[in-house]
């Protein structure tokens, strides 16, 4: 059975920061990464990070979001800089195995509001 589990969630300030981070078993992965889902809105990338450790940003958070990891021990994290209200959404951890099949944790709250 394939297990994303994510931890770190928080209420922050605008201008907080957070670092989530996501340890994964069940499966071997090709590249782990981190969206997101606001209310009302769709599913959207906020980054990833391949097996060789070539990591891909979202335009909104470049700059602001940095995404490490190590993807032989199924880890992922993403440290949060600068948090705007609307980074305010639920963040999943994402892991697409060495059979391109994708996995999902069950998320995390993050809320940026003073």
């Known amino acids: 059975q394939v297990q994303l589990v994510e931890s770190g969630g928080d209420l922050v300030q605008p201008g907080g920061s957070l670092r989530l981070s996501c340890v994964a078993s069940?499966?071997?992965?090709?590249?782990m990464g981190w969206y997101r889902q606001a209310p009302g809105k769709q599913r959207e990338l906020v980054a990833t990070?391949?097996?060789?450790?070539?990591?891909k940003y979202s335009d909104f958070v470049k700059g602001r979001f940095t995404i490490s990891g190590d993807i032989a021990k199924n880890m992922v994290e993403l440290q949060m800089e600068s948090l705007k209200p609307e980074d305010t959404a639920v963040y999943y951890c994402?892991?697409?195995?060495?059979?391109?099949?994708?996995?999902w944790g069950q998320g995390t709250q993050v809320t940026v509001s003073s």
């Open positions: 994402n892991g697409e195995s060495i059979w391109f099949k994708e996995f």
């Open positions: 069940g499966s071997t992965f090709r590249s």
């Open positions: 990070i391949s097996s060789r450790g070539l990591t």
